[in-house]
């Protein structure tokens, strides 16, 4: 917990914003492997990420740059920045991207991805189904309702949420349907 916001603290000092152009641009390995297992689509409802929806891409990268290094063989692995890699995909336009001196330490590059899902979800509040978060939480955590707050992973980006009461105060929703439902998670 301690050593990701010792990183934080210095970020800005090992890396710099960047528009990447001709450059070829892939997932962190670790980062695909859980961009595959979660399927960030899905809360979509039903929606897709059809070129139309995200106009004009230039002020769509600026907004939502991606958060990438880059490797040995000279390619630049993303990290966050999901919508905006997933639209770049498509166009193979200039895009937005801070880029680090140097490659994460591996324990934080999933950090980097489910803050990003997370922030959407809980600090954008974009949904307030307490049964929706908890399916997507215990998703993305490989938890259940009960070992999601004893998550490392949980508990290195929200240190002051350490029980579903806890979160369900603080995002205004029932803690009494905060739960994964049969066949769901």
């Not at 450059?23 to 980062?31: N, P, Y």
């Not at 595959?36 to 907004?63: C, D, M, T, W």
């Not at 307490?130 to 259940?144: D, G, H, Q, R």
């Not at 603080?170 to 009494?176: A, R, T, V």
């Given at each position: 917990?301690?050593?990701?916001?010792?990183y934080l603290d210095n970020i800005y000092e090992n890396g710099q914003f960047q528009v990447l152009d001709e450059t070829r641009i892939e997932w962190d390995r670790k980062v695909r492997n859980l961009v595959e297992r979660v399927n960030p689509v899905a809360a979509l409802q039903g929606r897709n990420l059809e070129p139309s929806y995200?106009?004009?891409f230039a002020l769509h990268s600026l907004q939502s740059p991606l958060?990438?290094?880059l490797d040995g063989r000279e390619?630049?692995?993303?990290?966050?920045?999901?919508?905006?890699?997933s639209v770049y995909c498509q166009h193979r336009k200039p895009v937005a991207a801070y880029v680090l001196n140097k490659a994460p330490?591996?324990?934080?590059?999933?950090?980097?991805?489910?803050?990003?899902?997370?922030?959407?979800?809980l600090d954008q509040y974009f949904i307030n189904s307490s049964s929706m978060v908890a399916t997507f939480l215990t998703n993305w955590f490989e938890?259940?309702?009960?070992?999601?707050?004893?998550?490392?992973?949980?508990?290195?980006?929200?240190?002051?949420?350490?029980t579903k009461a806890e979160l369900?105060?603080?995002?205004?929703?029932?803690?009494?349907?905060?739960?994964?439902?049969?066949g769901e998670g």
């Amino acid at each position: 917990m301690d050593k990701f916001k010792r990183y934080l603290d210095n970020i800005y000092e090992n890396g710099q914003f960047q528009v990447l152009d001709e450059t070829r641009i892939e997932w962190d390995r670790k980062v695909r492997n859980l961009v595959e297992r979660v399927n960030p689509v899905a809360a979509l409802q039903g929606r897709n990420l059809e070129p139309s929806y995200i106009k004009p891409f230039a002020l769509h990268s600026l907004q939502s740059p991606l958060l990438v290094y880059l490797d040995g063989r000279e390619i630049y692995r993303v990290l966050s920045g999901y919508f905006t890699y997933s639209v770049y995909c498509q166009h193979r336009k200039p895009v937005a991207a801070y880029v680090l001196n140097k490659a994460p330490p591996n324990q934080f590059r999933e950090l980097f991805f489910l803050n990003e899902l997370t922030r959407c979800l809980l600090d954008q509040y974009f949904i307030n189904s307490s049964s929706m978060v908890a399916t997507f939480l215990t998703n993305w955590f490989e938890a259940t309702d009960d070992s999601l707050f004893r998550n490392e992973k949980w508990l290195t980006l929200y240190p002051h949420l350490k029980t579903k009461a806890e979160l369900c105060r603080w995002l205004g929703i029932s803690n009494k349907t905060f739960f994964v439902k049969k066949g769901e998670g």
